[in-house]
């Protein structure tokens, strides 16, 4: 099923009986805050414009992607000694405006905050990352996610489908976000040239 949030305020669910929390359908966060309890296990979608705060969660799957279009997804820990792991496959989906603009305006961002100034809060799996064009695609930088505290991630992230002409991209790990690197693939043009050159420099070699 989908449990949608919606409006500016808080929604708190109280799973303690429960001990965790689980979602395997759709959770919509589309505005203000949706609390939950207790810890939270994933294997379906999380999504929206608003900000999930949970006692951490473990994601076996399923896929993260922000904004209702281009916004921002805020994941918060209630306190900052739990942990957010992404094991694999949880995927993650962005949509990407022009480069090197706004996070959050310009293209998707997922937010992380209430983490601890010492230790490891964010754990990532080489998990895949799909993109989609929202309209000014290029080449450029894209910050895709931040932390509220400097090097409290691990791991890292894989480009997936979305970036077939840009096969030259990249993911920059920063200290306190990570961002793509767009780079086209070479044009034709360019191997045409660099065919031209090679050929001219074997010409001037059996000259000599």
């Given at each position: 099923?989908?449990?949608?949030?919606?409006?500016?305020?808080?929604?708190?669910?109280?799973?303690?009986?429960?001990?965790t929390a689980?979602?395997?359908?759709?959770?919509?966060?589309?505005?203000?805050?949706?609390?939950?309890?207790?810890?939270?296990?994933?294997?379906?979608?999380?999504?929206?414009?608003?900000?999930?705060?949970?006692?951490?969660?473990?994601?076996?799957?399923?896929?993260?992607?922000?904004?209702?279009?281009?916004?921002?997804?805020?994941?918060?820990?209630?306190?900052?000694?739990?942990?957010?792991?992404?094991?694999?496959?949880?995927?993650?989906?962005?949509?990407?405006?022009t480069p090197?603009?706004?996070?959050?305006?310009?293209?998707?961002?997922?937010?992380?905050?209430?983490?601890?100034?010492?230790?490891?809060?964010?754990?990532?799996?080489?998990?895949?990352?799909?993109?989609?064009?929202?309209?000014?695609?290029?080449?450029?930088?894209?910050?895709?996610?931040?932390?509220?505290?400097?090097?409290?991630?691990?791991?890292?992230?894989?480009?997936?489908?979305?970036?077939?002409?840009?096969?030259?991209?990249?993911?920059?790990?920063?200290?306190?976000?990570?961002?793509?690197?767009?780079?086209?693939?070479?044009?034709?043009?360019?191997?045409?040239?660099?065919?031209?050159?090679?050929?001219?420099?074997?010409?001037?070699?059996?000259?000599?």
């Amino acid at each position: 099923g989908i449990f949608n949030k919606t409006g500016a305020g808080i929604a708190t669910v109280q799973s303690a009986a429960l001990g965790t929390a689980a979602n395997s359908g759709t959770l919509h966060v589309q505005a203000g805050t949706l609390a939950f309890s207790t810890a939270l296990t994933n294997s379906g979608n999380i999504r929206g414009n608003g900000t999930l705060q949970t006692a951490g969660i473990t994601s076996t799957g399923g896929n993260f992607a922000a904004g209702n279009s281009i916004g921002t997804l805020t994941l918060a820990l209630a306190a900052p000694s739990q942990v957010i792991d992404f094991d694999s496959p949880t995927t993650f989906t962005f949509e990407l405006g022009t480069p090197d603009g706004v996070a959050g305006v310009n293209n998707d961002l997922i937010a992380f905050t209430g983490l601890n100034t010492t230790g490891t809060n964010v754990l990532f799996d080489n998990n895949t990352v799909n993109f989609t064009n929202a309209g000014g695609l290029g080449e450029g930088l894209y910050t895709l996610f931040t932390f509220d505290q400097a090097n409290r991630y691990t791991g890292t992230l894989n480009i997936g489908s979305g970036l077939e002409s840009f096969s030259g991209s990249s993911f920059f790990y920063n200290i306190d976000n990570i961002q793509l690197n767009l780079i086209p693939e070479p044009g034709t043009g360019a191997l045409l040239l660099g065919a031209f050159g090679l050929l001219a420099i074997r010409s001037r070699r059996r000259l000599r």
